[in-house]
């Protein structure tokens, strides 16, 4: 089944991790999640052809998200509290009803643009700490 972009959306605990509240983050307009695995090479004098060879390492994952800035919504204003005190977030990634996936992350960057001719917008970049956990309970 396709999924529509405009029917993702990143959510964001802005309660605590005995009562989950999920708040989407506002103003919401792009959303990547990412996923990557380092390798290390094995290639030896035997590989076949002088071919190189890998085999997979450390997983990791990222998540960010872009759009208008609303300077009063809830989610957005819980990650800048999290990268001011360096501290780490709870994110959710939902498709249309359904979340899809969840991660414990860290906000290592988040923008705010305001120019002179147009909407104010924001970027956030998340880097996952540990697993990113799929089709999570509500």
Sequence with gaps: MAVR?????IYVNTGDDVTPVWTAVGGQRGATLSEEVETIDVTTKNSPEGTREEEPTIYSWSLSCDGVYISDDTA???????????????VRVKE?????????AI???LEREAPHDDVATYSV???GIGPL???PTP
């Design 107 to 109: 906000v290592t960057s």
């Design 76 to 90: 957005l204003q819980k990650l800048k509290q999290t990268i001011r005190q360096r501290g780490k977030v709870k």
């Design 96 to 104: 249309g009803d359904t979340y899809t996936e969840e991660g414990l």
């Design 125 to 127: 970049e998340l880097r």
């Design 5 to 9: 972009g405009v029917d993702v959306m």
């Design 133 to 135: 956990t799929e089709n």
